[in-house]
């Protein structure tokens, strides 16, 4: 038996100021309400009643008032709701699932020292968690902490691509001191990411979206509207967002009108990390260009291996046809081989009966002339690509030299010690590699690899184990004059520069 609520109003003079709108709104389809008020108003609450997907049951008049009973009808929008992949959420994190037919997911910023929190729920801060359990409670499909701007957002979009009924990601909390993750965020939904992978627009320090395919970030961009609240504690607040998010009519939201639109009208995408850099933050900017065309390579390769699979589709009497005809194929090239075969050992042996005897070859004289003075050359000047790899190397004794008299655990503006010395060894085994496949001279480039040989038998006796910040554990005792400005500079002096190839333009 259907509900029925009681409502009076009598005595006022609009039906909006009385909240009669706000409880058809709220009425369940089926469910009545009966309601007492003046006969003035009585148009009015018709043309409500029409508006609001109701119809009107009893209409009585008694006298001084009138009282009507209006039942919610079932209402006509169908949702489209599907499933979400098999294997869905496919990546695993810190997150709590509730209800996958659900259109939004909540994620919310932890701004913590990077890597010291262990990846459970129940370890991350107590005012960061009310917020990932009040989402789960108020009906969101997920919800959880996000800390990085590059494996952490891999994750989401996996995650949100392997269900279609994800329409939203609130993005909630304080924004993660140094990586910037939430404007990262902000800015994939806005820009996406560029030839290099790296997302456009976003001040974090390392935004690259290296181990997740293109086209799962193109369709994460066009599945979700970003319900930007970066900076908002107050599980309240969230709570709201998400009940607005999965209401069927338009519903205000502070600067957004939000409501179910349905489930995204493509299939589900399964989608797990590659994890083909799983420390993209060590990454250097000119290595990137080299490692995305491996990538964008990899998944070309994979695109065609699947169309191939998808156009190639024969009936069992076709492929047994097939089979048939190419084993006959087969036996026709085994005989044409054994006769080519016989023939050439028939022409072998006339060639040998038929040979002519050689002669005995007869004795020359030989008249020996004294040769002339060897004139020892002058040492030949440096090409223009061996000048090149030259002045590649003259910075580096006095790089190493000034990093070998820094504490191990200097640090200035995110650079450290073993963040220094990684840098350099990665680019002295590029230059190396440089070097081996240029075209100079073996005694230049033996003399070259040697020196580069010494330097990083000197760069891999430094410290190269990163540890936590000193700063951010409180244990800090350098201050800013510190040397570690020094060293900064001194590592500028190793810069990559252009190419030997595109200097010569």
């Known amino acids: ?29 089926g469910n009545t309400l009966k309601i007492f008020f003046d006969p003035p108003l009585r148009q009015n609450m018709e043309n409500l009643a029409a508006e609001e997907n109701c119809e009107i049951l009893h209409l009585a008049d008694e006298g001084e008032s009138l009282t009507t009973t209006i039942r919610k009808k079932a209402s006509t929008t169908k949702m489209l709701k599907v499933s979400p992949v098999a294997d869905y ?13 659900s259109p939004l997911a909540v994620v919310v910023l932890l701004n913590a020292p990077y890597g010291t929190m262990p990846p459970e729920v129940k370890s991350i801060p107590s005012e960061v968690d009310k917020l990932v359990r009040s989402a789960i409670e108020t009906g969101a499909a997920l919800s959880g902490t996000l800390q990085t701007e590059n494996i952490g957002i891999e994750k989401v979009v996996c ?31 806005e820009n996406g990411i560029n030839e290099r992978r790296t997302i456009v627009g976003s001040t974090a320090v390392t935004p690259y979206l290296l181990n997740v395919p293109r086209k799962a970030i193109e369709r994460f961009r066009k599945q979700v509207r970003l319900i930007n609240l ?29 409501s179910d639109p349905g489930a995204y009208p493509e299939k589900p995408i399964s989608c797990r990390l590659s994890w083909r850099v799983k420390q993209p933050e060590s990454i250097e900017k000119w290595e990137l260009e080299d490692l995305v065309k491996g990538i964008e390579g990899e998944e070309k390769a994979a695109s065609i291996s699947r169309k191939k699979e998808v156009m190639i589709k024969v009936s069992e009497p076709e492929v047994a046809a097939i089979a048939s005809h190419l084993s006959r194929i087969a036996e026709e090239l085994s005989q044409i081989a054994k006769i080519l075969l016989g023939e050439a050992e028939a ?49 580096y004794p006095g790089v190493l030299a000034g990093l070998s008299a820094c504490d191990k655990d200097i640090c200035h503006n995110g650079l450290s010690l073993p963040v220094a010395v990684n840098s350099i060894i990665k680019k002295l085994s590029k230059l190396r590699k440089d070097i081996e496949a240029s075209s100079i001279s073996e005694q230049r480039r033996a003399e070259f690899l040697a020196r580069i040989d010494g330097f990083l038998e000197a760069a ?41 190839t595109k200097s010569r333009r």
């Open 347 to 395: 022409k072998a042996i006339a060639l040998v009966k038929e040979a002519p005897v050689m002669e005995e070859a007869k004795p020359v004289c030989v008249v020996k002339e004294e040769a002339p003075a060897v004139v020892a050359p002058a040492v030949a000047e440096l090409t223009e690509e061996e000048l090149y790899f030259h002045n590649q190397l003259r910075a």
């Open 460 to 500: 891999e006796r430094l410290p190269t184990e990163p540890g936590p910040c000193q700063k951010t554990l409180g244990n800090c005792t350098i201050g800013k004059g510190c040397l570690a400005t020094g060293a900064a500079d001194l590592l500028k002096q190793v810069t990559e520069p252009a190419s030997l």
């Open 159 to 189: 995650n949100i691509v392997g269900n279609p009924n994800i329409r939203y990601i609130v993005l909630c909390g304080v924004d993660v001191e140094g990586h910037h993750t939430g404007d990262a965020v902000r800015a994939l939904v």
């Open 89 to 101: 959420p496919t990546e695993e994190g810190c997150f709590l699932r509730g209800n996958h037919y």
């Open 230 to 258: 970066i900076g908002e504690m107050n599980p309240e607040v969230i709570s709201k967002a998400v009940w607005s998010c999965y209401q069927e009519k338009p519903t205000p939201f502070l600067n957004y009108m939000l």
């Open 1 to 29: 038996m259907s509900a029925v609520e009681l409502l009076n109003i009598r005595g006022s003079c609009c039906l909006e100021t009385a909240g009669v709108r706000q409880h058809l709104e709220d009425l369940m389809p």
